[in-house]
């Protein structure tokens, strides 16, 4: 309301600002009690001159100096920080009052209701008026704007004194005049604040003098408080005055109150500064995560891609054993990495999700997607990489059975074909007696048997060279050359053969005698010779099998020709008949047949030794069967113990893999029960770990082996190694997803109920129960909830639930969704308003404001990334906290 001027004193009622309360006016039937009186004086002068200073001057007698009503207006400037009516400068008593009423309209300009307080009072010194009007702007001015936890001023100002002292025991301030005499009130207030300034314990409640003076001299010196009261006031009075003791008050409030402001600014900076380098060290560590990864992933596929064989088993088994390195060394850490990756990028989303933060989005081609991307075509890059490897080991272990085959009948050959074309080019027929051209026929008809008995050796000498050339065998040009020359030998010996035959027979007509025993025995031991060579060649032949049957197979063989070695030693005997008997015709007869048979080179003693060479070969091989059964009997063990095992942890993992995914979508219990059973979940699994070593162990074993096959069990190690890798990926993924859910719940109090509800929603629109919902159960989701939405509103709740573009709504981004509205974050313009009381309420802040209110690290964090203020009022130094405090919740770049 307004105040008018009138000649005599007006009274203003009480009304809507009642902060000056009844108990609080003066009795005006009564004069001030003398103490109370004096300490008002000294109190509301102190008071008054604090302000005063500030436009360069004071007063000295309270109710003398304000009588002209020009200090009471200027004193009312200083502290409203408004302009008043011009005042009147001339020194009569009607000046004087108007100048004193244009301060009391001020004042009830301010909603204050004055109560008998009248211009001319004043400017008569009636010093209970002229206090009672000071004692009214202080209320007004200094008391009435103190708000504490809903409580203002005189019980604002008092909650917030028992809230600053409340941790000193021997300081209980109920009130503003007793509580306050032994000073410590004082003292406490200041040690709270300001703790280098008193040495709090050294104090004495029994010393109220020295702890009164200790607390008005360092607010002086210290807090630019002036001293408004003596401590001799305080201590010789029953009871001080309440007004003067709230005055002083009410200066430490104000001093203290705007430390307490920047202090929570500086807070509310640092928790934002604080939140954003965490996210960008997060940010930092996926980087370098991903790009490690990603390279070893480019390193190693080109690897795993190398087709190119070795030429030798030995090179070959090296590949195999740095590919068995590769899987059982090196790969298991980068699964392990694989799976922290996605932990930690799902984890840094929650995070800039619950601090109102954009979602990360990494460096192109560094992708949760891009990862998983690159790391199937690893996986598809190391599919076959093994089973090549072994079917090449297979190949070469054939090429040198067949090279090592090639060079034992090549060398049989050349060793029979050795001289063969020197003997059919000599002319001994031209000089030879009839005797011995019929002899030399009979040789030669020997020679043409034993010719094409020979055939078939190199026949299968082709054969063989053939095969290794189909096989790719790394020296298949010496093969070819060899295998050439015999055939090229071959078709020179035909023709030889045949041009010696025609010279034979063109002198048969001359020649007529011929032995018939010796024709007889080159016959006979020609195939027996042929038979023991050949006999020969398969004891030594190496064998290759894979399984028992096979090994069976071939002792069965064996153990038939074995039985045929009677008969052939029958023959054997029959064929040394003959020689026995050519030998009796030669020596009763006297036949010149230079002790040889004409018809053959081979003779008894070569057929002797062979056959003494077979019955010694026959033993040997009974040995080597005997010891490659024993090794398929072995083979057969690691076999069944491999597979005893693997048809027991196959299962196990399946049966794991299915209890988790139950655990993940049903409501057994709170979410730290789901946590707290996962985890026994997960240490079960730990624990299993030593069986897939073992089984990894056994196959090792089986790999030594050379088994390349198992009847006894449809898992291979590939089953169980991709199983374990999926269950310890499952379990750390779905642990990884109810912490978020902890802490989406917990961020954003979320209660166990609601969660359960969320729970039991998400699952009943889960229609494929894959633990995801697909853009059409997301929609009907939203609907049976009431939401009435078209396509373009649906479309921007799909790219908040789904920023990355998948098509699919997990439960973690459906209980985000749906309490998103109810988080409780800083924004930008709270920062920037933070921002603005650091700087004083300029437009700017300098560096120096910045490293005197924040902490070192995060102070110079803000002067790195702070660009320079442009603006009018732009000084050297400025630093623009607006576009700071906007960058911050804007792209994620600072």
Known sequence: MDHHIQQQPHHYDGGENDYMQQEDDWDRDMLLDPAWEKQQRKTFTAWCNSHLRKAGTQIENIEEDFRDGLKLMLLLEVISGERLAKPERGKMRVHKISNVNKALDFIASKGVKLVSIGAEEIVDGNAKMTLGMIWTIILRFAIQDISVEETSAKEGLLLWCQRKTAPYKNVNIQNFHISWKDGLGFCALIHRHRPELIDYGKLRKDDPMTNLNTAFDVAEKYLDIPKMLDAEDIVGTARPDEKAIMTYVSSFY???????????????????????????????????????????????????????????????????????????????????????????????????????????????????????????????????????????????????????????????????????????????????????????????EAFESDLAAHQDRVEQIAAIAQELNELEYYDSPSVNARCQRICDQWDSLGVLTQKRSEALQRTEKLLETIDQLYLEFAKRAAPFNNWMEGAMEDLQDTFIVHTIEEIQGLSTAHEQFKATLPEADKERQAILGIHNEIAKIVQTYHVNMAGTNPYTTINSQEINAKWDKVRQLVPQRDQALIEEHARQQNNERLRRQFANQANVIGPWIQTKMQEIGRISIEMHGTLEDQLTHLRQYEKSIVNYKPKIDQLEGDHQLIQEALIFDNKHTNYTMEHIRVGWEQLLTTIARTINEIENQILTRDAKGISQDQMNEFRASFNHFDRKKTGMMDAEDFRACLISMGYNMGEAEFSRIMSIVDPNRLGVVTFQAFIDFMSRETADTDTADQVMASFKVLAGDKNYILVDELRRELPPDQAEYCIARMTPYTGPDAVPGALDYMSFSTALYGESDL
């Open 254 to 444: 104000h001093a203290f109150s705007g430390a307490q402001k920047a202090e929570t600014a500086a807070n509310r900076i640092c928790k934002v500064l604080a939140v954003n380098q965490e996210n960008e060290q997060l940010m930092e560590d996926y980087e370098k995560l991903a790009s490690d990864l990603l390279e070893w992933i480019r390193r190693t596929i080109p690897w795993l891609e190398n087709r190119v064989p070795e030429n030798t088993m030995q090179a070959m088994q090296q590949k195999l054993e740095d590919f068995r390195d590769y899987r059982r060394l090196h790969k298991p850490p980068k699964v392990q990495e694989k799976c922290q990756l996605e932990i930690n990028f799902n984890t840094l989303q929650t995070k800039l999700r619950l601090s109102n933060r954009p979602a990360f989005m990494p460096s192109e081609g560094k992708m949760v997607s891009d990862i998983s991307n690159a790391w199937g075509s690893l996986e598809g890059a190391e599919k076959g990489y093994e089973e090549w490897l072994l079917n090449e080991i297979r190949r070469l272990e054939r090429l040198d059975h067949l090279a090592e085959k090639f060079r034992q009948k090549a060398a049989i050959h050349e060793a029979w074909t050795d001289g063969k074309e020197e003997m059919l080019q000599q002319k001994d027929y031209e000089t030879a007696s009839l005797s011995d051209i019929k002899a030399l026929l009979k040789k030669h």
